[in-house]
T-cell receptor, first 115, second 110 residues
Framework: EAGVTQSPTHLIKTRGQQATLRCSPI?????VYWYQQALGLGLQFLLW???????NRGNFPPRFSGRQFPNYSSELNVNALELEDSALYLC??????????????FGAGTRLSVL | GQNIDQPTEMTATEGAIVQINCTYQ??????LFWYQQHAGEAPTFLSYNVLDGLEEKGRFSSFLSRSKGYSYLLLKELQMKDSASYLCAGGTSGNTPLVFGKGTRLSVIA
């Protein structure tokens, strides 16, 4: 069974551009989570989608946005890129909405470099 | 806020046992997760605890004390491939995601 897949693996953009990152969850998973992993900061929660709706967002500016499609895949969009947006962006999926017993499974990430 | 604290780095010898500690505010979470992340790879799920006590899975065990806001991951019979970052994460029910610590980078030496 395929795990969580993310594309592209690497993305290089310049400041002010827009970036689109994609994620396909494990088959049967309806929840998708996006995290940012910047150097030295650990995983920071960005967005959570479940059943096509945004359920929660972390402490990030509105230029970080996304959506979830009917097939439960998801896009993360980052507008007006800034140098500090350079990071590894990880997508995770889980069964239904999050509870303490739900395990999140991660993709390999998209490494975004903003020049 | 809900903070998760764990040591930044640890070094241990091949074949030995190592314990990685994780502390958190007791009012925060009702489940603790451990993930392993090799450099440049996805975090992979290791274990979770929702009840106090020890959960054993082969060479890996995880312990939780909810009243003390304390968890640890125990790795036995260390192998070189265990060199990785180990992430402690807290979870709650409802519309909140996992809160991760910054991770503990473990180096296993010969």
């Amino acid at each position: 069974e395929a795990g969580v897949t993310q594309s592209p693996t690497h993305l290089i953009k310049t400041r002010g551009q827009q970036a689109t990152l994609r994620c396909s969850p494990i088959s049967g998973h309806t929840s998708v989570y996006w995290y940012q992993q910047a150097l030295g900061l650990g995983l920071q929660f960005l967005l959570w989608y479940d059943e096509g709706e945004e359920r929660n967002r972390g402490n990030f500016p509105p230029r970080f946005s996304g959506r979830q499609f009917p097939n439960y895949s998801s896009e993360l969009n980052v507008n007006a890129l800034e140098l500090e947006d350079s990071a590894l962006y990880l997508c995770a999926s889980s069964l239904r909405a999050f509870t303490a017993k739900n395990i999140q499974y991660f993709g390999a990430g998209t490494r975004l470099s903003v020049l | 806020g809900q903070n998760i604290d764990q040591p930044t780095e640890m070094t241990a010898t091949e074949g030995a046992i190592v314990q990685i500690n994780c502390t958190y505010q007791t009012s925060g979470f009702n489940g603790l997760f451990w993930y392993q992340q090799h450099a440049g790879e996805a975090p992979t799920f290791l274990s979770y605890n929702v009840l106090d006590g020890l959960e054993e899975k082969g060479r890996f065990s995880s312990f939780l004390s909810r009243s003390k806001g304390y968890s640890y991951l125990l790795l036995k019979e260390l192998q070189m491939k265990d060199s990785a970052s180990y992430l402690c994460a807290g979870g709650t029910s409802g519309n909140t995601p996992l809160v991760f610590g910054k991770g503990t980078r473990l180096s296993v030496i010969a």
